[in-house]
């Protein structure tokens, strides 16, 4: 095969893979809190759509960024007033914040169906960016790529290296006891989960401003859902994350190589890859939980602090 075709097929790879990459490492963070929010699904579209009009209007991919940001950050407060301030089952109010972003995104959208503007264009570096077999690869990527690559070293950074990410990881596994030792538990719960919001929000604005520059319904396919599983197969450890993203990236590539070289499987079969090597790898990871892979001792549990 060529090996400019397989540059290319890469370079798609790895602009699957940012999306996910991105979301997930927000939710890690969540769910390292304690906090179970499925609502990354509609925190992604509602990044979309929003993202989308945004930079449309305005003429501007940061100002579209900036409101896909904040769309995620604005969906992330209503779902922590309801299961931190409120301490509503935590699943209940993921899901509703599904239903409602994905419905909201659809109406703020509807103006912009089939409308189209410039994707953002990726870096070049002189000499580098020219380089045969790998250049566009490693030194013609766009910037979230290099974003959410320096975004989940500030994260492990932030886990494993300093106080204020042992607090959180504290809080995780057991929110009784951090808050009897005088942690501010709804607090720390109440920024993670904005953040997860945010990179959420930054996932969902990246599909419709570099993947693919427009706004359709729907355009995030489950890509929320696969984030969350992602999670999971990363064991909740940051630099997991990327080698997940990379293979559930190249399985949602994969169903359209496929197509493109003509191998004569079903489109709804080749369709269903990304979601099943989602199950495959939840099933392998349910084997390795055994050997250490645990979930945060307190994740999804509500914390009242009279209790």
């Known amino acids: 095969m060529n090996p400019d075709i397989v540059q290319l097929i890469l370079i798609t790879i790895v602009t699957a893979a940012t999306p996910l990459a991105i979301a997930a490492i927000g939710e890690l963070v969540t769910e390292r809190s304690g906090v179970l929010n499925l609502g990354v699904e509609g925190m992604m579209i509602m990044g979309a759509s929003v993202g989308f009009a945004a930079a449309y209007l305005s003429g ?30 935590q699943v209940a109010a993921g899901l509703a914040l ?28 002189p000499v580098l960016s020219d380089l045969p077999y790998i250049g566009k690869l490693v030194f013609g990527e766009d910037e979230f790529v290099y974003g959410g690559l320096v975004l989940i070293a500030v994260v492990a950074h932030f886990l494993y290296r300093t106080r204020a990410g042992l607090t959180l990881r504290a809080i995780g596994d057991n929110h009784g006891s951090a808050h009897a030792l005088g942690l501010n538990v709804r607090r720390v719960r109440l920024l993670a989960v904005l953040f997860g919001g945010g990179c959420a929000g930054l996932a969902g604005s990246y599909l419709s401003l570099v993947a693919t520059p427009f706004w359709a319904p729907d355009m995030t396919a489950g890509r929320g859902w696969i984030a969350l599983a992602l999670v999971v197969f990363a064991s909740w450890r940051p630099w997991r994350i990327i080698l997940g993203a990379l293979l559930f990236g190249g399985a ?10 003509g191998i004569g499987l079903p489109s709804q079969l080749l369709s269903s890859l990304p979601y099943l090597a989602t199950i495959v790898a939840l099933v392998v990871l349910s084997i390795g939980v055994r050997r250490g892979a645990v979930a945060p001792a307190a994740l999804g549990q509500p914390f009242v602090a009279d209790r």
């Open 60 to 89: 501007s991919t940061l100002v579209g960024v900036a409101a896909g940001i904040g769309a995620g950050l604005a969906m992330s407060a209503l779902f922590a007033l309801l299961a931190i301030g409120l301490a509503i089952n």
């Open 98 to 125: 599904t239903i409602l972003g994905v419905g909201l995104a659809d109406l703020i959208g509807s103006g912009f169906v089939g409308q189209q503007r410039s994707a953002a264009l990726p870096v070049h570096i």
């Open 252 to 261: 949602t590539q994969l169903q359209l190589q496929s197509q493109a070289f």
